[in-house]
């Protein structure tokens, strides 16, 4: 058998590292946008990821027949999931986080209306799909580049371009266009924004809006890329993507891509570690994440409640 | 007239009815507790107890037990029983839950019975051993496997379901058979898949094979790609997982997908035909451990038949066992001559080569199977096949 050398294991890791940390940000960008406008951490967003997979799911069941299982299926499948559920978005703002805000409720208020809807979600789809896995299948196969013992399959590449491409369409949305710019205003000032004549809650449910859709992108691609979806799917990587958040400095949308490279590649090394094993990933990544908020506690690129998003 | 005169015979009738039961009840009730061969002397029929869980989330299989053992009952007396006398069965309702367990143990004794065969749920089998070992009451459990029956068996107790000892030694076997040299173990840190993991390693270790990796994974956690690269970077050439169907499919999926091209060996927690469906062209090739499953056994054919033709439904996964259980102790009070608790439990200890559907009995020092009767499937064009 070919033994890999020290080199490929490190390249092969960091492509690894990197599917992983893109799924992290995708999902982390949503955390970090609601909570630089409204300051809510919207601990149902992993829930929204996990619907967004569902969607996706259900989308490919109905259009997979006519237009094939592969890449426009799929394609299709990923822009109808991220529409319904960046309404699902709006609709969870309007039903469940606008009524406190107009009533100026607490903070720890709406933390726990957002609690609410994670578990209205999950247990929703738990009922509906009767608590069981479901098989996402496609007929994307294993081809690739394989550089020595290095795989790398087109579907991986194919994944990291697009989170590259929505990222970057983001990023255009909030730096050039007038919404990016209200929503950005929004972070800053709401009051004042309000004296300036911007409709402040479109603009929070345009908010929402944007985030759910990029959530459910990240679920569908990780529906596509494991091969099955589960109702409980979006409890581990809700809490990662947040932490990805944080690392990178909440409120912060670079730093939420950042945040989730980085805790993607901390986790692939952590699998990697000489003498402990596997067992303690976990607490290798998250040690270190300690040791960096520790030393920056505003997170990589947050600054200290200036300027958010 | 014809009706006056109906009227009288039909209330005569009942009212004789009535009385020849009340009278044969009454003298024989006070003398079944106190002795349990009584009734089988007057009555010519041997009386088995089922304590088998008939309510509550576990009945479905409480109740396909109890089919299978109907079933061979009917045919052991089709054959003119066992040593002249019928067999008749009495089923007490365990509920799988180790109070009400109790309470239907004490009242199998009352009824007489002479021996107990069933047990499904552990939980509620370990608090009844002793009240049947008190009577020298002989006790098969057919499904229960926990290993806290065997440390706490007070003698009259035989198992016949493989346990994690036994699954352990069918899959060291099967490494073998399949050359692996540098084993790898994947679990996820639960008492279940751990123990399995834990104790493969040991019996690995013991056999003189290498053990590359064992490493322990979260459940839920949907990548395992990092994982893949470790493993391929040890060079292992098996990889066992000893958890569920769900996150086994993906770890499968992944293997495939990064290019490992070894065997993979997964734990009867991932026995499961969602396993096939889950991990689609990765999953072809992929070997199994599972308990005997009617399905895949080829001397159940006749036995999942007649099963079918009675029920008209599919024997379920303990039926096979429970099947072979029954005609265990048929055999047993055969060897022994007769019904005393002592010569059946001694017959019972001294079984060598009885041939059930799942495979041969004989039993080790702690009364569990000598031999694993785990079978190993492989997936192949998306079917589970016998290997």
């Known amino acids: 058998m070919h033994v890999m050398s020290l080199f490929y294991i490190v390249i092969q890791q960091l492509v690894n590292g990197l599917i992983l940390g893109s799924f992290y940000s995708l999902v982390a960008l949503g955390y970090s946008m609601v909570y630089g406008i409204i300051k809510l951490l919207n601990f149902a967003h992993g829930d929204i990821y996990m619907v967004g997979a569902f969607v996706g799911f259900g989308a490919l069941g109905i259009f997979g027949s006519i237009l094939g299982v592969g890449w426009l299926g799929i394609t299709v499948a990923l822009l109808i999931s991220m529409f319904l559920v960046g309404l699902l978005g709006m609709l969870v703002h309007r039903i469940a986080y606008q009524p406190l805000l107009n009533k100026r409720a607490p903070r720890m208020s709406l933390l726990i209306t957002a609690v609410g809807v994670s578990f209205t979600l999950f247990n929703g789809v738990m009922v509906m799909t009767n608590g069981e896995y479901k098989a996402f299948s496609t007929s994307l196969g294993y081809e690739g580049i394989s550089l020595g013992p290095v795989n790398i399959t087109y579907t991986q590449i194919i994944m990291v371009v697009s989170t590259a491409i929505l990222m970057l369409v983001l990023y255009w949305f909030i730096n050039r266009t007038m919404y990016g710019k209200a929503m950005r205003a929004i972070a800053l000032d709401q009051d004042a924004c309000r004296l300036m004549g911007i409709n402040v809650t479109k603009t929070i449910s345009l908010t929402f809006f944007v985030g759910s859709a990029l959530a459910a992108a990240a679920g569908v691609m990780a529906g596509v890329y494991y091969g099955s979806i589960h109702f409980y799917m979006g409890f581990i990587i809700g809490l990662k993507a947040f932490t990805a958040a944080v690392i990178g400095g909440i409120g912060s949308i670079p730093g939420a891509m950042l945040g989730g490279l980085i805790l993607g590649l901390l986790e692939t090394a952590g699998t990697q570690l000489p003498f402990v094993g596997s067992a303690w990933k976990d607490v290798f990544t998250f040690g270190i994440l300690i040791l960096l908020l520790v030393s920056k506690p505003t997170g990589i690129l947050g600054k200290s409640e200036i300027e958010r998003m | ?387």
């Open chain 2, 1 to 387: 007239m014809s009706r006056k005169f109906l009227s009288l015979v039909t209330v005569t009738f009942l009212a004789l009815a009535l009385s020849v039961t009340g009278c044969g009840t009454q003298p024989s009730a006070p003398s079944t507790p106190s002795a349990p061969s009584a009734p089988t002397a007057s009555g010519g029929e041997i009386k088995i107890g089922l304590p088998l869980p008939m309510t509550g989330s576990e009945a479905t299989y409480g109740k396909d037990m109890e089919n299978a053992i109907k079933l061979a009952v009917d045919e052991i007396n089709a054959k003119g029983g066992v040593n002249g006398k019928k067999l008749t069965t009495i089923t007490g309702d365990d509920a799988c839950d180790p109070q009400q367990a109790t309470a239907a143990a004490n009242k199998l004794v009352s009824e007489g019975v002479v021996a107990i065969v069933g047990g499904y749920c552990s939980g509620a089998v370990v608090p009844t051993l002793t009240i049947y070992n008190e009577k020298n009451l002989p006790y098969i459990v057919e499904a229960a496997n926990s290993s806290k029956i065997a440390t706490q068996n007070p003698g009259n107790t035989f198992e016949i379901n493989g346990t994690a000892v036994h699954q352990t030694q069918k899959a060291v076997e099967l490494f073998k058979k399949l050359g692996a040299t540098k084993v790898a173990l994947v679990e996820q840190g639960d008492a279940y898949s751990s123990d399995l993991a834990n104790q493969t390693e040991k019996a690995l270790k013991a056999a003189g094979s290498t053990v590359v990796s064992h490493d322990v994974t979260t459940k839920g956690e949907q990548d395992f790609s990092s994982l893949v690269t470790s493993l391929k970077s040890k060079n292992a050439d098996l990889v066992f997982w000893t958890a569920y169907y769900a996150d086994g499919a993906l770890l499968i999926k992944q293997l495939r997908q990064g290019g490992y091209k070894g065997a993979i060996v997964v734990g009867d927690g991932s026995s499961d035909p969602k396993l096939i469906q889950m991990s689609g062209a990765a999953g072809e090739g992929i070997y199994v451990l599972s308990p005997p499953v009617a399905e895949y056994l080829p001397a159940a054919k006749q036995f999942a038949d007649a099963y079918k033709a009675k029920y008209n439904q599919a024997p379920g996964a303990y039926a096979p066992l429970a099947y072979d259980g029954i005609n265990l102790l048929a055999d047993a009070l055969k060897r022994a001559g007769g019904t005393d608790g002592k010569a059946v439990i001694k017959a019972l200890t001294d079984t060598s080569g009885f041939a059930g559907l799942a495979g041969k009995v004989a039993f080790a020092t702690d009364k569990t199977l000598k031999e694993s009767n785990f079978i190993v499937l492989q997936i192949k064009g998306g079917k589970f096949v016998l290997q």
